[in-house]
């Protein structure tokens, strides 16, 4: 075909066609941009994944671990994904960051919800199961089946809900000091601690370069105080999860 027939071609193309295929071309190319704004996101994590010694793990391909899965924070909504995964050990301290988002919803009321999270393991301490909840995010809401709500102090309850399976084990580890540290975090902090693991998460915040030093900074204050108040706790039977228990979220 020549160059003044392909014009021709061109020029019978109803404008209906023309719409249409701009439309395609558009798509295509945000998809393309889209792409490449996911690509360079990617490699920045990464980046900041080797200037603090971790592995980085991406979206975590193999998935979390069972004994993480089953934790609260899962299980919220009809998809999860985990981003920007980045794991790290010293000292015998594990810690993974990433980030969780949560679909609610369906069709046009579906809603994607994003936390920053932080998972600590370590065999230096020994948790009972316990829910960190700020009221400014979950308001004052039940207590999950099989935990109770602890008595706290007026002004502290006002900002936070703590609930425990064993209440009495969890009110001698919630100390004045620990109730000050999380007073002092400069986000609404959330964590949930069982055995050897403590997640501590950012609520409604997605997983943000510029905000990780301070979310490091919230996350290991919480951490430290809570391995320090189990520490001083008489042993329990056990806060390791059964098999079952063990068993992921769906969508997990």
Known sequence: MSASQTILAFAEIPPAIWVVGGLVALMTLLAVLYSSVVEKKALEFEEAAKTL??????????????DVARFGIFGQGNLEQVDHAMRGEANG??????????TGGLGAHARVT??????????QMNLPWVFVRPNAVFGKQPAPMGMSELRL??????????????VPRAEKMITQQVMDQLSASAGLVCAEGRGEILIVYYPGRPFRLKDAPQFLQDAFRVFSIFKQASAALPPASSSKPTEEEAEPSAGV
């Open 114 to 123: 994003s936390q920053t999270v932080a998972c600590f393991r370590t065999d």
């Open 53 to 66: 010694n971790f592995e980085y793990l991406g979206k975590m391909p193999d998935g979390l671990p069972k």
């Open 153 to 166: 102090p007026g002004g502290f309850a006002e900002r936070y809900s703590i609930c425990a399976e064993d």
């Open 93 to 102: 301290i594990e810690v993974t960051l990433f980030q969780l988002s949560t």
